[in-house]
């Protein structure tokens, strides 16, 4: 047998793309409601999505309130995407069972 190695590198990350099927997830999650600036829950915003160059940057609320505390995460990779949207669904989740 050869000893072949895989490097396969993963795609490069497009945040134009990652943004909007971003906001196709949390629109699939039918709990969050798109407004002007970022995601609300009930009233009050707890999501602020932003393209940043290369990357996206978004705002979570530690939890909803009428000004919340922000946790900032830049995204860089779908790895990235995919970690931020398990941490976004154990939130709503949390947010939820504390009402």
């Keep these: ?14 945040a ?7 906001k196709r997830w949390l ?14 829950l009930g009233a009050d ?4 999505l932003a393209p940043d160059g290369e990357a996206l940057k978004l705002h979570l609320a530690k939890r909803p309130a009428r000004t919340p505390e922000w ?3 830049t995204l860089r990779s779908a790895l990235d995407t995919r970690k931020l949207q398990d ?5 709503l989740t ?4 504390e009402e």
């Design 16 to 22: 134009g793309q990652a943004l909007l099927t971003l």
């Design 27 to 40: 629109r699939d999650q039918r709990v969050l409601a798109e407004r002007g600036e970022g995601w609300c």
């Design 71 to 73: 946790d900032v995460f």
């Design 45 to 48: 915003l707890v999501l602020k």
């Design 94 to 97: 949390r947010w939820k069972d």
């Design 1 to 14: 047998m050869s000893e072949e190695t895989w490097d396969i590198a993963p795609p490069p990350f497009d």
């Design 87 to 91: 941490e976004i669904k154990r939130r």
